[in-house]
């Protein structure tokens, strides 16, 4: 395995790009968020997940008004370079409507 740093991640044309925390015990996917360079170097910094809301414009620390906090346990970055993969201590639900994960609705087949 080749270890990469912040300087291999392909930011997409808006300074972006998708991460995908997931829970590092169960392997549950979390939620997915956005991250530029600002909120990358943070986490990596603080060990505490920081996101950048693309509706606010505003760099935001997961959990700080909700308490619902994510640490970062491992960051990967996939084959591509374009997406991160987060795996995270989770305290709390993850999702704002109080579920567990951003993932509790399933689609119907046709």
Request: some cysteine.
């Amino acid at each position: 395995m080749t270890d990469v740093g912040i300087n291999d991640v392909a930011f997409n044309e808006d300074g972006l790009v998708p991460v995908i925390a997931q829970h590092h015990e169960t392997n549950e996917m979390l939620m997915l968020a956005w991250m530029n360079r600002k909120s990358l170097e943070l986490t990596l910094e603080s060990g505490q997940m920081t996101y950048w809301s693309r509706s606010r414009q505003a760099l935001w620390r997961k959990g700080e008004t909700s308490g619902h906090r994510q640490t970062l346990v491992e960051m990967r970055l996939d084959c591509d370079g374009d997406t991160l993969l987060a795996r995270v201590e989770q305290v709390g639900p993850a999702c704002h409507t109080g579920a567990a994960t951003c993932f509790f609705k399933p689609l119907k087949k046709r």
